[in-house]
């Protein structure tokens, strides 16, 4: 599974960005695909996750520093994971990057993609 991320700027506080991951590869062996980011000087964290449950309802989680401001959703056909950014603040600046967990043959695999920047000031 190849994963390529994109979207990433510099925005304005209270402004918007839509952020895109595209998959390619072993797509139909990934379970949920997640948004993470990174700070200067701070670990990694996840900011959502998009899976399915079993009668293939999105099923999304959001770390609650951006609970109703960013929505994570998805297009099967273009294979493709979106993360749709409201309301930016100065500490959403960072790198985000795209994570797939998947399954292949009963092994489980993490992906990762190259992460793009996001940058909030005025």
């Known amino acids: 599974v190849q994963l390529q991320a994109s979207g990433g700027g510099l925005v304005q506080p209270g402004g918007s960005l839509r952020l895109s991951c595209a998959a390619a590869g072993s797509v139909d062996s990934i379970n949920s695909v997640s948004w993470y980011r990174q700070a200067p000087g701070i670990q990694r964290e996840m900011v959502a996750t998009i899976s399915s449950d079993n009668l293939n309802n999105d099923v999304t989680t959001y770390a609650d520093f951006v609970t109703g401001r960013f929505t994570i959703s998805r297009d099967f056909d273009k294979n493709t994971v979106y993360l749709q950014m409201n309301w930016l603040e100065p500490q959403d600046t960072a790198v985000y990057y795209c994570?797939?967990?998947?399954?292949?043959?009963?092994?489980?695999?993490?992906?990762w993609g190259q992460g793009t920047q996001v940058t909030v000031s005025s």
């Open positions: 994570r797939a967990d998947a399954v292949i043959l009963g092994q489980e695999y993490t992906y």
